[in-house]
Nanobody, 117 residues
Framework: QVQLVESGGGLVQPGGSLRLSCAASGSRFGFNTMGWYRQAPGKQRELVAAITSTGNTDYADSVEGRFTVSRDNAKTTVYLQMNSLKPEDTAVYYC???????????WGQGTQVTVSS
């Protein structure tokens, strides 16, 4: 059973920074994509950023240039460095891993990010 444990959320002022971490455990993962999604109240969950196990990345237009996704394959951990945060970045952020061989994904429990003065 795959488990994802997230950390790093919190309250930050506009213009500030936060770093989220998500560690995966419990399986042999093979080729995979790890990513971050977010869901604000009343809105659908949306992709924020993703990175494959070979290092290819993808970002939402709204965070391009402000957020950076990275990973440590030895620890099967993905990070999201969030800079120049805006109030509209406020949401619950979820970590996801997609296992291409198994063709299924797993989700973390979510961590709250609040950007407010």
């Amino acid at each position: 059973q795959v488990q994802l444990v997230e950390s790093g959320g919190g309250l930050v002022q506009p213009g500030g920074s936060l770093r989220l971490s998500c560690a995966a455990s419990g399986s042999r993962f093979g080729f995979n994509t790890m990513g971050w999604y977010r869901q604000a109240p009343g809105k659908q969950r949306e992709l924020v950023a993703a990175i494959t196990s070979t290092g290819n990345t993808d970002y939402a237009d709204s965070v391009e240039g402000r957020f950076t996704v990275s990973r440590d394959n030895a620890k099967t951990t993905v990070y999201l460095q969030m800079n120049s945060l805006k109030p509209e970045d406020t949401a619950v952020y979820y970590c996801q891993i997609y296992l291409w061989l198994q063709r299924r994904d797993y989700w973390g429990q979510g961590t709250q990010v609040t950007v407010s003065s």
